[in-house]
């Protein structure tokens, strides 16, 4: 199915969470955060975005929708996915060779309100151990 301007709902989708990891970088990079990885990889899956984020390595998890018609963005996220970042971060720590306090999981929710402007939701230690 096309949309206005020939685009298909998949690549419309993908631009639009393309948008919403480039602001979570942004909004970490005004933290005097350092963004150390995007879109990682391994077996167990792939998290957003990696900072080192005040002495924490932060695995983040950016959900950016343009309706809440569904729930808000950061209700998106399930114990599944939760467990497989969980698992993500143990694969990372033990390959990564940055000095760390601790680790900590982020949400960021992107409300994309048009192409340029929406509304950022930052959710630090948003799930893991307590």
């Known amino acids: ?3 206005d301007g020939g685009e ?3 690549d419309s989708h993908i631009k639009l969470g393309r948008a919403g990891e480039f602001a979570a970088c942004a909004f ?3 933290r005097d955060a350092i963004v150390l990885e995007r879109n990682w990889r391994c077996q167990f899956g792939e ?4 900072a ?3 002495g924490f390595l932060a695995f983040c998890e950016v959900k950016t929708r343009k ?3 569904a729930g808000d963005p950061e209700e998106q996220i399930g114990k599944d996915r939760q467990e497989r970042y969980i698992r993500c971060a143990q694969i990372y720590c033990e ?5 760390y306090e601790g680790v900590r999981f ?11 402007s929406g509304e950022l939701h930052f959710i630090p230690n948003a799930f893991g151990e307590d």
């Open 1 to 3: 199915m096309l949309e």
């Open 8 to 10: 298909t709902m998949s």
């Open 28 to 30: 970490y990079e005004l």
């Open 47 to 50: 998290v957003d975005i990696i």
């Open 52 to 54: 080192l984020d005040n």
């Open 67 to 69: 309706s809440v018609s």
């Open 95 to 99: 390959q990564c060779d940055v000095s």
């Open 106 to 116: 982020d949400v960021i929710a992107v409300k994309a309100h048009n192409e340029h």
